[in-house]
Nanobody, 122 residues
Framework: QVQLVESGGGLAQPGGSLRLSCSCAVSGTIFRLESMGWYRQAPGKERELVADITGGDSTTYPDSVKGRFTISMNNSKNTIYLQMNSLKPEDTAVYYC??????????????WGQGTQVTVSS
């Protein structure tokens, strides 16, 4: 089993910065971790990808955050960070950490964190 613990978030002014962290704890054994990432969901909107990173440090960003947000992973490959700069009011949402991992070579699971609120407002 995989458990995700998020930290960070809070209130920032437009143009400001925030940093999110997500630690992945594995109980038992898994075959391999495929990727970790951040998603967000604003009221009345669908959950959307914010940033994703694989074990090989390949990253993915949507155009809405490209150049402003940076995802990184620690050397132990069990914690990810999301550095959010030049924040905009439209970045306001609940941010969820996600881990995609294989329990067996053919069975993939998704695990979600509890979510952390990010509010960008003056």
């Amino acid at each position: 089993q995989v458990q995700l613990v998020e930290s960070g978030g809070g209130l920032a002014q437009p143009g400001g910065s925030l940093r999110l962290s997500c630690s992945c704890a594995v109980s038992g054994t898994i075959f391999r971790l495929e990727s970790m990432g951040w998603y967000r969901q604003a009221p009345g909107k669908e959950r959307e990808l914010v940033a994703d990173i694989t074990g090989g440090d390949s990253t993915t960003y949507p155009d809405s955050v490209k150049g402003r947000f940076t995802i990184s992973m620690n050397n132990s490959k069990n914690t990810i960070y999301l550095q959010m700069n030049s924040l905009k009011p439209e970045d306001t949402a609940v941010y969820y950490c996600n881990a995609k991992y294989f329990v067996t070579p053919f069975r993939r699971n998704d695990q979600w964190g509890q979510g952390t609120q990010v509010t960008v407002s003056s």
